[in-house]
């Protein structure tokens, strides 16, 4: 079953801030989330293997709650080079499920 | 760098024709993936292999084979081209079992069935 991904698009000027959700109604394993820019192949981000961890890259940071089965990705004072679609990938022992993706565009 | 390449970035072919979709890896990766891509529905997984001659269905198989001959190579087959098949497909490739490494994608293939 699909992860569920809100808000489905996001527009920010640069220098905001946001917050990208990801909730599973199966119990998740690990999560890990992706993005995607215009015409090219999606880049991984970060994984996340436990309950409770949180990760970062750059100003890009993530948070997992297994007990409320989702995560969140964090974007601190976004930059233009942010934008693009972000996929959350859930798995329980099964090859990752993804969500419909987030769809993010920062405009100066 | 992991390097996943795809055979063709567009593709443009008949309904019922015979399609082969190639991708091949460069790092031996154990476990390959096809996945499709449509707007609105985000990326869904048609089939998987996690070894050699090993081949699993995923969530919309129907319609589609694989063929995994050599750990490096992963091939998408639509036995009969239909026009509901028109989307784009990404190959993508990860070195542990299981799903704590990340997947590396290929550049896609937009194949247009007309």
């Known amino acids: 079953q699909q992860p569920v991904q809100s808000p489905q698009a996001v527009i920010l000027r640069e220098g905001e801030d946001a917050v990208i959700n990801c909730s599973s109604s199966?119990?998740?394993?690990?999560v890990h989330w992706y993005r995607q820019k215009h015409g090219e192949a999606p880049v991984f981000l970060m994984i996340?293997?436990?309950?409770?961890e949180q990760k970062g890259h750059e100003k890009i940071s993530a948070s997992f709650n297994e007990k409320k089965q989702q995560s969140s990705l964090y974007l601190t004072a976004s930059q233009l080079s942010y934008s693009g679609t972000y996929f959350c990938?859930?798995?329980?022992?099964?090859?990752?499920?993804f969500g419909k993706g987030t769809r993010l565009s920062v405009i100066a | 760098d992991v390097k996943v390449t795809q055979s063709s970035r567009y593709l443009v072919k008949r309904t019922g024709e015979k399609v082969f979709l190639e991708c091949v890896q460069d790092?031996?990766?154990?476990?390959m993936f096809w996945y499709r891509q449509d707007p609105g529905l985000g990326l869904r997984l048609i089939y998987f292999?996690?070894?050699?001659?090993?081949?699993e269905k995923g969530d919309i198989p129907e319609g589609y084979s694989v063929s995994r001959e050599k750990k490096e190579r992963f091939s998408l087959i639509l036995e009969s081209a239909s026009t509901n098949q028109t989307s784009m497909y990404l190959c993508?490739?990860?070195?542990?079992?299981?799903?704590?490494?990340?997947?590396?994608f290929g550049n896609g293939t937009r194949l247009t069935v007309t």
């Open positions: 996340l293997l436990k309950g409770g």
């Open positions: 990938g859930s798995s329980g022992n099964t090859p990752l499920v």
């Open positions: 199966k119990a998740l394993y690990s």
């Open positions: 790092m031996d990766h154990e476990n």
């Open positions: 993508a490739s990860s070195l542990l079992t299981g799903n704590n490494s990340p997947l590396h």
């Open positions: 292999s996690y070894d050699v001659k090993m081949k």
